[in-house]
């Protein structure tokens, strides 16, 4: 039986004390999550305490409630995706443990390195103009466009999850209480394209809700 030992914390982390708890996200939202959903915000709750992260929770959580808490369906690609991400599929997403091997100082750096280059590779081409590599993104950045084409970031557990799932580990494999400039470089991005596809979405729905219903619109503007 696979056991799921103590997560590892941050160095901030007093022993004998329980793991840090972000304060939640709305708790309609947290109610209404699907198991599979409650096991990820498990690990994402887990032993990370900077308020940004709570923003990226709170944004990730927002898109996936939105869209339908989508359990299969598009995935990013596979290519050049870290492995602890399978290794954790592997386990049903159901574990809050840091995936085997990111303990050693080496592997964490390749870890690092690998969760950039993924998150660079499945972005789309407008977003990544003059940025070829991880040293671009954190001295310029993506391209954040109101009304961007953002198709190729799905939502869902096959989608930005695994990309969130990526950096909890992250957060608390480096042990840096403020976050590593990469890692919060990065997850600010990763806010940022939450919150967009969640702003296209309900734009898109509104459209669609006004195309359907056209008598009450006009009823409303008479």
């Keep these: 039986m696979d056991v799921d ?21 709305p708790s309609p939202l947290r109610a209404s999550c699907p198991v599979k959903y409650t096991a990820v915000l498990a690990l994402l709750d887990t ?7 709570k923003s990226a929770v709170d944004a ?20 050049g995706r870290p492995g602890a991400v399978s290794w954790w599929v592997q386990r049903g997403r159901g574990t809050t443990r840091i995936p ?3 303990d050693a100082e080496d592997e964490r750096e390749d870890f690092y390195a690998a969760v950039v280059s993924w998150w660079l590779s499945v972005n789309p081409g407008w977003r990544k103009e003059g940025v070829e590599d991880a040293e671009g993104f954190e001295t310029r950045g993506l391209i954040q466009r109101v009304g ?17 799932a990526c950096l909890a580990w992250w957060y ?7 976050g590593a400039p990469s890692w919060r470089k990065l997850v600010e991005d990763v806010v940022w394209v939450l919150n967009e596809k969640h702003r296209a979405f309900v734009h898109k729905r509104a459209a669609s ?6 008598t009450s619109k006009r009823a409303r503007v008479e």
Excluded at 5 to 25: D, N, Q
Excluded at 47 to 53: A, H, T
Excluded at 209 to 214: C, V
């Design 100 to 102: 085997a091997g990111l």
């Design 172 to 178: 608390r494999v480096a042990k840096v209480l403020e």
């Design 209 to 214: 809700d006004a195309l359907e219903n056209p």
């Design 60 to 79: 990730w959580l927002t898109l996936e409630h939105a869209t339908g808490f989508q359990v299969s369906g598009k995935a990013l690609p596979a290519g």
């Design 5 to 25: 030992p103590a997560p590892v914390l941050p160095a901030s982390h007093t022993a004998g004390t329980p793991p840090p708890i972000l304060p939640p996200s």
């Design 47 to 53: 032993g990370v305490e900077r308020g940004i992260w």
């Design 148 to 164: 961007g084409d953002l198709g190729a970031l799905p939502s869902g557990l096959n989608g930005l999850t695994s990309v969130l």
